[in-house]
């Protein structure tokens, strides 16, 4: 059996679960998130309890993958909508920075025009100085990819270190070339 699928997910107070037609809606203070999950699985919300149960029908390889993968989803939406999941960004290099204008983000990173990215549903970003990017959502795929993306517009590179890079995320510096023959 699954480790992580067997266990129960707990469902905290102000968090409404409702399980309809191979659907699950998590609702709380942070906002609602849906997720329709394989048709193999089953998810049961035990309301007496609070605890959400995931089960597999045997144990095929398919099966036993999705029974992690399914107990993992629910469990992150039950703690987004209860605590935002947080990404941070730092923008390194002379003359970078970051500004929102409207719904997208706008990167000045040393190409010859700005990179305008557009703010995804459900993420919050804040930019409390120009070379910081702060990014919260409930929904953890969102706020992940959202990150990604922006740190892919110009990741950091390894002889100078400047770049888009994940808030205390060390980039390997490498030595140039060495001036002089011998």
Request: hydrophobic content about 40%; glycine content about 10%; cysteine-free.
């Given at each position: 059996m699954s480790r992580i699928g067997k266990k129960p997910i707990a469902v905290p107070a102000g968090v409404d679960v409702k399980i309809a037609g191979g659907e699950i809606t998590v609702k709380g203070k942070n906002g609602e998130l849906k997720l329709a999950y394989h048709p193999a699985m089953t998810v049961e919300f035990d309301a007496a309890s609070r605890n959400v149960n995931v089960t597999r029908p045997d144990d095929q390889r398919q099966n036993r993958a999705l029974?992690?993968?399914?107990?993992s989803l629910v469990n992150n939406m039950v703690t987004g909508v209860t605590t935002?999941?947080?990404?941070?960004?730092?923008?390194?290099g002379v003359g970078y920075q970051a500004a929102i204008k409207g719904k997208n983000v706008e990167l000045q990173v040393g190409f010859a025009n700005i990179v305008k990215l557009p703010i995804p549903a459900g993420v919050i970003v804040e930019i409390p100085d120009a070379t910081h990017v702060n990014m919260k959502s409930a929904d953890k795929q969102a706020v992940g990819q959202f990150a990604a993306v922006v740190r892919g517009v110009?990741?950091?590179?390894?002889?100078?270190g400047k770049g888009i890079r994940y808030a205390g995320e060390y980039v390997r510096r490498k030595a140039g070339k060495a001036f002089?023959?011998?």
């Amino acid at each position: 059996m699954s480790r992580i699928g067997k266990k129960p997910i707990a469902v905290p107070a102000g968090v409404d679960v409702k399980i309809a037609g191979g659907e699950i809606t998590v609702k709380g203070k942070n906002g609602e998130l849906k997720l329709a999950y394989h048709p193999a699985m089953t998810v049961e919300f035990d309301a007496a309890s609070r605890n959400v149960n995931v089960t597999r029908p045997d144990d095929q390889r398919q099966n036993r993958a999705l029974h992690g993968l399914t107990r993992s989803l629910v469990n992150n939406m039950v703690t987004g909508v209860t605590t935002y999941f947080e990404k941070k960004l730092e923008i390194q290099g002379v003359g970078y920075q970051a500004a929102i204008k409207g719904k997208n983000v706008e990167l000045q990173v040393g190409f010859a025009n700005i990179v305008k990215l557009p703010i995804p549903a459900g993420v919050i970003v804040e930019i409390p100085d120009a070379t910081h990017v702060n990014m919260k959502s409930a929904d953890k795929q969102a706020v992940g990819q959202f990150a990604a993306v922006v740190r892919g517009v110009k990741p950091p590179e390894p002889y100078k270190g400047k770049g888009i890079r994940y808030a205390g995320e060390y980039v390997r510096r490498k030595a140039g070339k060495a001036f002089g023959s011998s």
